[in-house]
């Protein structure tokens, strides 16, 4: 079955620059997802990448893709306090309609 | 934007009784999801619905059922609720009908944080 990894805790300065990683096991994923999660609230859509792609920029976040290693990362560029957050990667494989959730990584940003 | 309400964001109920937590979505999205969220466990698929009156099991279907009895409205149901079933549920939608490729995110409600006394 799919499994999808991440570690549980990031502490990184402001202004610095954040890399989430996230492996997952099933070859066949169609698109991955990254969620951030503040406090007390539901999972946001941040962004999102197509398994033919092997980057994608949005803004101060940077997706990369290995499909050949099965990773993914989500880089912050500028690192604010706002960005603490829990971050999960989500990956949907083939054409079902689960995403398949990682643990989350909890992002501390001290200033 | 799309506006995924979930009816609660506290609730406190008692061993036994029987727990109904309600889901609303605005934008027309066939599918439907119930997840549970608990420290170091990430979030666990509970049931998912990709019709009015259809349900699927997720990973963790002991306990719950769900009710789709229109396309907006989503409901779990903690039949006999237990202290194990205290977490934070979340309630998710995406477009979409089974087969599509095309991309499909799910959108979140803010959640229900229930504890079982």
């Known amino acids: 079955g799919e499994d999808v990894e991440q570690s549980l805790f990031l502490s990184v300065r402001e202004g610095d620059s954040s890399v989430i990683n996230c492996t997952y096991t099933?070859?066949?994923?169609?698109?991955l997802y990254w969620y951030k999660q503040e406090p007390g609230a539901g999972l946001q859509l941040l962004t999102y990448?197509?398994?033919?792609?092997d980057m994608k920029q949005d803004q101060r976040l940077t997706v990369l893709l290995n499909k050949k290693d099965k990773h993914l990362s989500l880089r912050i560029a500028d690192t604010q306090t706002g960005d603490s957050a829990i971050y999960f990667c989500?990956?949907?494989?083939?054409?079902?309609?689960?995403?398949?959730f990682g643990g989350g990584t909890r992002v501390l940003v001290k200033p | 934007d799309v506006k995924v309400t979930q009816s609660s964001r506290y609730l406190v109920k008692r061993t036994g009784e029987k727990v109904f937590l309600e889901c609303v979505q605005d934008?027309?999205?066939?599918?439907m999801f119930w997840y549970r969220q608990d420290p170091g466990l990430g979030l666990r698929l509970i049931y998912f619905?990709?019709?009015?009156?259809?349900?699927e099991k997720g990973d963790i279907p002991e306990g719950y059922s769900v009710s789709r009895e229109k396309k907006e409205r989503f409901s779990l149901i903690l039949e006999s609720a237990s202290t194990n079933q205290t977490s934070m549920y979340l309630c998710?939608?995406?477009?979409?009908?089974?087969?599509?490729?095309?991309?499909?995110?799910?959108?979140f409600g803010d959640g229900t944080r229930l504890s079982i006394l």
């Open positions: 998710a939608s995406s477009l979409g009908a089974p087969g599509q490729r095309r991309n499909q995110p799910q959108h």
């Open positions: 099933d070859s066949s994923s169609t698109y």
């Open positions: 990448i197509f398994s033919n792609m």
């Open positions: 989500a990956e949907r494989y083939a054409a079902g309609n689960k995403l398949t």
């Open positions: 934008m027309d999205h066939e599918n």
């Open positions: 619905s990709y019709d009015v009156k259809m349900k």
